[in-house]
């Protein structure tokens, strides 16, 4: 069995047990259960069910591993023989979920 959610403005494909990183969820602290309902899709053994563009009752029980961030993204402009040069970075921050049901 597995669901396609959405969380985060982005879009996965996850079965019961998988864990996964996704944007920071905020006002949730590490160790909680968060419930996830924009669910586009979720296919068992018997069926796929799609909604339009969400399905009605369908909910996805996941924890909240840890918050963390990802290797700084460094950003340079450079323009030849003018002495132009800008450099920027970046740390995106992430939540690490893991699924602990899907409901359909």
Known sequence: MYAI???GG????????????TELVKGAKEGEQIVIDKILAVKD???LKVGSPYLEGAK??????ENGRYK????????????????KNHRQWYSMLKVDKIEA
Do not use: M, N, P
């Not at 982005?10 to 990183?21: C, D, I, R, V």
């Open 72 to 87: 700084k993204v460094i950003t340079v402009k450079f323009r030849r023989r003018r002495g132009y040069r800008r450099v």
């Open 10 to 21: 982005k879009q996965y494909k996850l079965s019961e047990g998988e864990s996964f990183k």
């Open 60 to 65: 996805v029980k996941a924890t909240l591993l």
């Open 5 to 7: 959610l959405e969380i």
């Open 45 to 47: 053994d018997k069926d």
